[in-house]
């Protein structure tokens, strides 16, 4: 059994966050907040559990409940209960657990809570102090509040799409899950603000965050493009990475490549960086304006090609350090595994799995390191719960069911 | 900590979660910024602390002085009707957006008398939030070590890119080089492409943000318990690591280093973006199951394709994807992008177009939720912004002060909450601490 009152002192300790969420922005909100000592507590349907179990990607690429390295990723720190909701003694469980809770997240489609008699209102009768999170892909109101979405959709509408990828193509979405995961990020940002003022006051809250309003807000280029039309009508583009000179992904010397973004005030040091001295004390290419023609840009472009080939990603790294220019390798996962200041930062962490043995996972977003009394110690991360795992633990201590009672539960379908 | 009676504040909070929290404000560029965005929002008082001597480029516009030929020529942008006016650092699009909300005081903290201000300041501040090159802060006495001592009870959140600790400590990124170091570059793009085509890509400034007000809020709840200070590090790129867990368990679990697929799902298929009447126009597709598949095949009137056995299961639709993509893009080229993404929606088929920013704006879902509000600046005028990023049934909440222009607040926080006197304040003025210019010197 996993004893989750470890003697690490952790910021949410001592909060219990019941977990209705399935797929991968909830799980991520919930996987944040146990991350900081909430006691998690995920709700799974009896017999197949969060269909991220489902989703790849599987330990030797077979299919298994208990495979998936995505579902292992999102559900660290937490315990799993299988109940069905469907059930009256399901619903009166899962009311029981919601009674002694600080919060509930949930990402379902906005009409299925108030189907199952839990609207916001119904749980407040029942604990007043309740923060409840509601996720979902357009708001609990308006005109889309019953559409469907995927991650390309939403972040093609919300988010700043239109503007990744190249002039020439379709716009491009960035990398598998992690618009979700934006939205996780956000939603437990709101549900620690709404927590916080419930600690307060006593009284709870429930948050409505949506997709569309998070890709909407973000501050990578999104809301700077959107203000900018509002202020000047220009409709944003997706403008070619090559737009300034010495701003491109560069070719290195051992097969990779080198990304670098000049700002106008280091574009002299990065022409000296180069070994291009007499460029950086031109005057006429020290003019941005001058500098910015296309012909200019080529130029210089071969310049810092010929410069970067001869040299591989880390030699280059610690070159733009010296150099205070903006750049960084194209890494690749292995790459990233094996980089130096990670390691020296202990950032991966190693857990093992009845189903997989011990497999790398990434760290903690965030790292509390000092208290007024001294040196904080980075907490373990606990392996994510096989289904319903916890189950008769939780039942029994939190509820006092008898293990005759579970075992009825269980023969019922229940449980 | 020493409390005296709370002045009143320029931004008013009542009944907001985070009325009462006064917060000291460094952040820079886009990250840090959208974090303390974040807090104010919900109530903070946030003091962005500022430096008439200092310009940051990309937090209040890419140059102090922008020469009119550049944004004449399209380089520079974000300002309003295009005309950078006589303080262009207050017109700024970015900063108008992240900074709404917030306060502004100018100080020289490279002297005694911008130490001892910095000092009154922490004192009376519940946190302090940056997301500076470490050498920066240290550089200005910015450090839990000297301002835990000032005020032990002090939330201090730290994000440097890197972290406070490790070789790359003091390397100076933006957002796009994080995920470039972190490995995001090498899973997003075109088939058999190469990464420049890329293009730009910065998710890693908003994930910061949001774990950096994130992580102030574990250190208030944490202080809450405890009743005292705590230092949080927020490495922006190790954070946006998280983002990429499942590719990390992929490479244990199976060795796989995933190559480029554009827009396309290992689940869903098919899924992509797809070309609609007009230029640059565009509408997005999933599908997530046969019956899916099949409204799709009945909105583009193809009853062969619905028929057609090798599509019925997503597998053989991800086997043909290139034959699927063509039949889909030669229906949706004919046709509006609202049309394609209102007549799918309408059969349950996940659809939306991408949007730009009259969409955005024009958006029936968005308007019906309220969601842009509209603020008056002094300098750059009455506009429309996008609204608080996410909604509370029990505390509605609305925009409340447009973003600050540099040392607007400077009479509130000397003279109100530091207590300077009147000679005090005119000597701080006449020594360039407090202004409302940047020096003429600065490009």
């Keep these: 059994m996993v004893n989750r009152s470890v003697a690490v002192d952790l910021p949410l300790q001592g909060m219990r966050v019941i977990d209705l969420t399935w797929y991968t922005s909830g799980p991520f909100c919930t996987r944040v907040l146990a991350d900081y000592g909430a006691d998690v507590i995920k709700i799974e349907r009896v017999g197949v559990g969060d269909p991220a179990r489902s989703m790849p990607p599987f330990q030797d690429d077979e299919p298994g409940l208990e495979r998936s390295g995505l579902f292992m990723f999102l559900n660290t720190n937490k315990r799993s209960v299988t109940l069905n909701l469907k059930d009256m003694e399901g619903r009166d469980i899962l009311l029981d657990l919601i009674r002694g809770a600080d919060a509930l997240v949930e990402n379902f489609s906005p009409r299925i809570l108030p189907g199952l008699d839990m609207d916001y209102q119904s749980l407040k009768a029942i604990n007043p102090r309740l923060v409840v999170t509601s996720i979902s892909n357009f708001g609990r109101n308006g005109p889309y509040r019953d559409w469907n979405g995927s991650d390309l959709v939403l972040y093609g509408m919300g988010g700043p799409m239109l503007n990744t990828g190249s002039p020439e193509r379709e716009p491009l979405k960035t990398a598998g899950h992690t618009p979700s995961f934006q939205v996780g990020a956000m ?93 950086a004390n031109d005057p006429e290419w020290n003019d941005p304006v001058w500098r910015s023609a296309p012909d200019r840009i080529d130029e210089f472009g071969a310049l810092v090609i010929s410069w970067m080939i001869e040299r591989t990603k880390t030699e280059i790294r610690a070159a733009v350090e010296e150099a205070r220019v903006y750049g960084a390798p194209i890494n690749t996962i292995a790459d990233v595994l094996r980089d130096e200041h990670l390691l020296e930062r202990r950032f991966f962490q190693e857990l093992n799995h009845p189903t997989t043995g011990p497999l790398t996972f990434p760290g903690y977003n965030f790292r509390i390191t000092t208290t007024i009394d001294g040196e904080a110690a980075l907490p373990p991360r606990l392996r994510a719960p096989l289904l319903g795992e916890h189950t008769d633990e939780i039942l029994h201590d939190d509820l006092g069911l008898t293990t005759d009672n579970i075992e009825a539960l269980r023969v019922k379908g229940v449980v | 900590m020493e409390r005296q009676a709370t002045p009143a504040s320029p931004v008013t909070s009542g009944g907001l979660p985070l009325d009462g929290v006064r917060i000291v404000d460094f952040t820079v560029v886009w990250a840090g910024p959208f974090a303390s965005q974040i807090l104010a929002e919900w109530g903070a008082e946030v003091i962005r602390v500022e430096s008439t001597k200092y310009f940051q480029p990309s937090t209040r516009g890419t140059m102090a002085h922008p020469p009119k030929a550049l944004i004449d020529s399209g380089a520079l942008r974000g300002y309003p009707d295009k005309e950078p006016g006589d303080r262009p650092w207050n017109r700024w699009a970015g900063f108008s957006v992240h900074s709404r909300n917030k306060l502004s005081m100018t100080v020289d903290l490279n002297t005694e008398d911008g130490q001892e201000a910095l000092e009154r300041l922490i004192r009376t501040s519940d946190g302090l939030i940056e997301n500076n090159a470490v050498a920066s802060m240290d550089r200005v006495g910015v450090t839990w070590e ?157 009853a062969d394709l619905a028929g057609d056995a090798r599509y019925q299961e997503a597998d053989g639709r991800r086997r043909f994807h290139d034959e699927l993509d063509a039949e889909i893009s030669a229906w949706t080229s004919g046709v509006d992008a609202t049309e394609v993404m209102n007549s799918l929606q309408g059969l349950g088929v996940p659809a939306g177009v991408v949007m730009n920013e009259a969409d955005a704006y024009g958006d029936p879902h968005l308007n019906a939720r309220g969601y842009w509000e509209e603020l008056e600046h002094p300098e750059a005028g009455t506009h429309r912004y996008p609204g608080v990023v996410w909604k509370a049934e029990e505390t509605p909440n609305r925009l409340r002060r447009a973003a600050p222009r540099l040392g607007e607040d400077n009479e509130y926080v000397y003279r109100d909450l530091l207590r300077y006197t009147d000679d005090e304040y005119r000597r701080l003025e006449g020594l360039g601490h407090i202004g409302m210019d940047y020096d003429p010197s600065i490009p």
């Excluded at chain 1, 965050?209 to 809301?223: A, K, P, Q």
């Excluded at chain 2, 609609?276 to 509408?283: A, K, P, Q, T």
């Design chain 1, 187 to 279: 939603a437990a940002t709101a549900t620690a603000i709404a927590l916080w003022g419930s600690g307060a006051n006593g009284r709870g809250e429930h948050v409505d965050v949506s997709y569309l309003e998070t890709f909407m807000g973000l501050v990578d280029r999104r809301t700077t493009n959107l203000v900018n039309y509002e202020y000047a009508g220009d409709i944003s583009t997706r403008p070619p990475l090559a737009n300034s000179s010495g701003t491109g992904i560069w070719p290195t010397k051992d097969g990779g490549y080198f990304y670098t973004t000049v700002v106008a005030a280091r574009w002299a040091a990065m022409a000296r960086m180069i070994g291009q001295d007499g460029l």
């Design chain 2, 146 to 302: 000297r301002l835990s001592k000032i005020n032990p009870e002090l939330v201090m959140v730290r994000m440097p890119a890197f972290g406070l600790t490790g070789p790359y400590r003091n390397y100076r990124t933006f957002g796009n080089h994080m995920e470039a170091l972190v490995g995001h570059y090498s899973l997003f793009g075109y088939a058999g492409a190469s990464p420049a085509d890329s293009g730009l890509n910065i998710m890693a400034d908003p994930a910061g943000g949001a774990a950096g007000a994130m992580a102030f809020m574990a250190g208030m709840l944490q202080r809450r318990r405890t009743g005292k200070g705590v230092q949080i590090e927020v490495a922006t790129a190790d954070g946006f690591a998280n983002y990429l867990g499942d590719y990390v368990l992929d490479y244990g679990m199976n060795g796989r280093l995933h190559e480029y697929r554009g827009n396309r799902d290992s689940v869903f298929a098919p899924q992509g973006v797809y070309p609609c009447v007009g230029d640059d126009r565009w509408v997005s597709i999933t599908i997530g199951s046969t019956d899916q598949w099949k409204a799709l095949c009945g909105a583009m009137n193809r």
